[in-house]
């Protein structure tokens, strides 16, 4: 029977993630996605230094904060956050085993993301990679910009509306928005500093295009 309300899909979407958790994570770290995100991170300047707080909004197993790392960024202080207890234990296994990562300040917080259990204008970046799709898009965006400093920085990865992006609906049971849809709802919040593709010669290029947004 299909999920009715948002606390039910939530806790089935956690439940999804939870049991895939270790094996996406094996994917994701044979596939080049962290290298990708790293290239991307290190061509922009989110005027990260050591007093900024980040939040990785939606961490999953944390391959995109390890990008961050991985993209020369020492930040005060990391939060992955996640709705997967287990995705969130992987990642940490992760950064524990990175030399890049283990001695750094990283947080893990499970919860959702349309309520985040942190004060408005708390964090000078954050990064949220393939997560809005399973939220209405117009709340996501708007909880993600309360927590940001005005002038903070989103890196907005959503799923790339294309035929890799319907099998991976299908499979990761999300809706993918038209980018139509991103810009028109990106701009309530967010001035749009910048778009990137991702070259097809890169996984990511397949599934993923990121949005740098501002915030007003
Ligand atoms: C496709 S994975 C992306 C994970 C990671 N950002 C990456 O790029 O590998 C989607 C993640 O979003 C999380 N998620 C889905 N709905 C969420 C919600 N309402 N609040 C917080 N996390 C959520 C899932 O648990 C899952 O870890």
């Known amino acids: 029977m299909a999920p009715r309300t948002m606390a039910e899909k939530g806790s089935k979407t956690r439940n999804f993630y939870d049991r895939i958790a270790d094996a996406q994570s094996v994917a994701l770290r044979l596939n080049g996605y962290r290298a ?3 290239r991307y991170l290190r061509s922009i300047d989110p005027e990260i230094g050591p007093e900024s707080y980040v939040l990785d909004a939606g961490s999953g197993t944390g391959i995109v904060a390890e990008g961050f790392y991985a993209a020369g960024y020492r930040p005060k202080c990391t939060v992955t ?7 969130l234990s992987v990642g940490k296994e992760h950064i524990r085993k990175n030399k890049k990562t283990r001695s750094a300040s990283i947080g893990a917080v499970q ?3 349309l309520e985040l259990p942190f004060a408005d204008a708390s964090f000078d970046l954050v990064l ?11 709340d ?3 909880e993600l910009a309360r927590v940001l400093k ?5 890196v907005f990865i959503p799923v790339k509306p ?3 992006g319907s099998v991976l609906e299908f499979l990761y049971k999300f809706k993918t928005y038209p980018l139509s849809k991103i810009r028109k709802e990106a701009v309530r919040h967010f001035k749009i500093a910048g778009e990137h593709e991702f070259k097809l010669t890169e996984a990511m290029g397949w599934s993923k295009i990121v949005f740098l947004l501002e915030k007003k």
């Open 140 to 142: 996501g965006l708007s």
């Open 162 to 164: 294309s035929f890799v």
């Open 128 to 138: 949220s990679c393939g997560v809005l799709e399973y939220v209405p898009l117009e």
């Open 36 to 38: 990708s995100v790293a």
């Open 81 to 87: 956050f996640d709705l997967s207890h287990r995705s």
């Open 111 to 113: 919860g959702n993301i």
């Open 150 to 154: 005005p002038g903070g920085k989103l």
